[in-house]
């Protein structure tokens, strides 16, 4: 931390222990100076709740608790703000929210991401003055939103293209790894991730590494291959549209 010019505030510091890691004794203290820290079962960094399992149930309560209240207070004004200002706000207030670090979120159940869902759902009501039993995919469509599943995987598609063209954060190039087929195939060619084996624990299994390939090598070749990230952007979003929203 002192290399990186950082500080470490130990009124702050939470010690987080995974129970899926058994080399980890779980009774461990670490000494911090004068404090003595014990361990928890959720820690805060970077503004995300990690928990003890991986399944983010504190940090998605916590985001759509703050969603929820900004667009109370959104709702107050509506009568008096356009509906392009309407849209301006919750983009600005409630979407940055939703999709602030969502590529954590990669793998997680349908019923877990659901309270997000229910505040994207809300915030297009909202923009368009509808109320809350209008069906909300012409309401998306019209706003170019993604729902949240497909937000999430948009954002772990990116990075992944960004760490095949060398362009991602160092650390992402140790969790995927490109496939080597055994012989010379065809399929070499194809910019496909190798899948690892699934083991340990459930909460393991829904971690990047397992569920980012998947969804990598689902994609149409055309897309794996772009040429470039402006490219892959463009026919990913057009692909996420079609399967999202216009298949619904």
Known sequence: MKENHLKLNLAKSELLVI????SINHNLTVQLGSLTLMPTSTARNLGVILDDCLTFTDHISATARSC?????????????ITKQATQILVQALVISKLDYCNSLLSGLPASSIKPLEMIQKAAARLVFNQSKRTHVTPLFISLHWFPVAARIKFKALMLTYKTFSGTAPSYLNSLLKAYV??????S???QRLAVPTQRGARSLSRTFTLTVPQWWN???ISIRTAESLTIF????KTHLFHEHLTNS
Do not use: E
């Open 19 to 22: 129970p899926a890691c058994p």
């Open 68 to 80: 929820r209240f900004i667009l109370y207070n959104i709702k107050k004004i509506r009568p008096y």
């Open 218 to 220: 689902a994609l149409p």
């Open 181 to 186: 087929p055994s012989r010379n195939l065809r």
């Open 233 to 236: 952007k463009k026919q990913l």
């Open 188 to 190: 070499i060619s194809d």
